[in-house]
């Protein structure tokens, strides 16, 4: 039986890209079209595992992926690095002359904008999904629109490619965490990275003193997060990835970080897929 995975968006995004290239199994697609849903989806055990992006190499942190993660005890159990690839792409027939309209999600569009300036013919239109509106003009067969989406979108919706890899910035990386609402558990020599959730108090020096702990106990921390504390103002948590190579030096600091802060949580413990 395939293993039920919830991505946010439809067959044919960067989503579906990275559940296909994560899982070695074959897996049974959930689509969700928000995030949230995408939660709901792995609580209501519609779906076994999720697919989440978390952070962009351009745009920074999705920063309410954090606090879903953190509010529903959400743990992550592996990650995945994807190389963002933008394709304008039409129905057959068609060329980059031809568009007068182009539609995709804000960011695709904002990532291809200095493209997107050498074609003043063409009307930047924002959507909700990338793969989506592929689709939709797959569909509803709209000559003269185009979309920005992955390649794959196109072999899907029976689109070709008029303008390949168009994001301004050709470095351009998104990591993704795959996340399940059980932990799953692998052999201590196989984790080598974490994910960890805290609150320091006011005192001077708290999150300094536990940086040292990381310190110390031979972690690299590799991201810091602040988000506020909605139940008390101007208090903040803070999200922590961290790798290691020895399990006993991060188990160290974990039992002494746990003890320098307040509402502790490990939100996972996995596989570091950036070597």
Request: some cysteine.
């Amino acid at each position: 039986m395939p293993i039920r995975v919830a991505i946010q968006g439809i067959r044919g995004s960067n989503h579906h890209q990275v559940a296909d290239d994560y899982f070695e199994s074959e897996v049974e697609l959930v689509e969700c079209m928000s995030f949230h849903a995408l939660v709901d989806a792995l609580l209501a055990g519609t779906a076994d595992q999720g697919v989440m992006a978390i952070e962009n190499s351009i745009a920074g942190s999705i920063i309410p992926n954090y606090a879903l993660v953190c509010k529903h005890h959400l743990h992550i159990i592996g990650e995945h690095y994807l190389n963002i690839h933008h394709h304008m792409m039409a129905l057959p027939g068609q060329e980059l002359s031809d568009i007068r309209e182009v539609r995709s999600h804000p960011m695709a569009l904002l990532q291809c904008r200095e493209f997107l300036k050498t074609q003043p013919q063409i009307t930047m239109v924002e959507d909700a999904d990338t793969a989506e509106t592929a689709q939709r003009i797959h569909q509803q067969q709209l000559k003269g629109i185009a979309a920005i989406a992955p390649q794959m979108a196109a072999a899907l919706y029976g689109l070709e490619i008029v303008a390949r890899d168009i994001q301004t910035i050709p470095n351009n990386a998104t990591r993704f965490i795959v996340v399940k609402t059980t932990n799953k558990e692998l052999p201590r020599e196989q984790i080598d990275k974490a994910s960890l959730r805290f609150i320091t108090d006011h005192k001077r020096g708290s999150l300094a003193t536990v940086l040292n702990v990381m310190s110390d106990c031979n972690l690299n921390l590799t991201k810091i997060q602040s988000l506020p504390v909605i139940e008390t103002p101007w208090k903040y948590s803070f999200f922590v990835d961290v790798t290691f190579e020895k399990y006993t030096d991060f188990a160290k600091a974990l039992s002494l970080i746990s003890i320098l802060t307040e509402d502790f949580q490990l939100l996972g413990e996995y596989k570091n897929a950036r070597l």
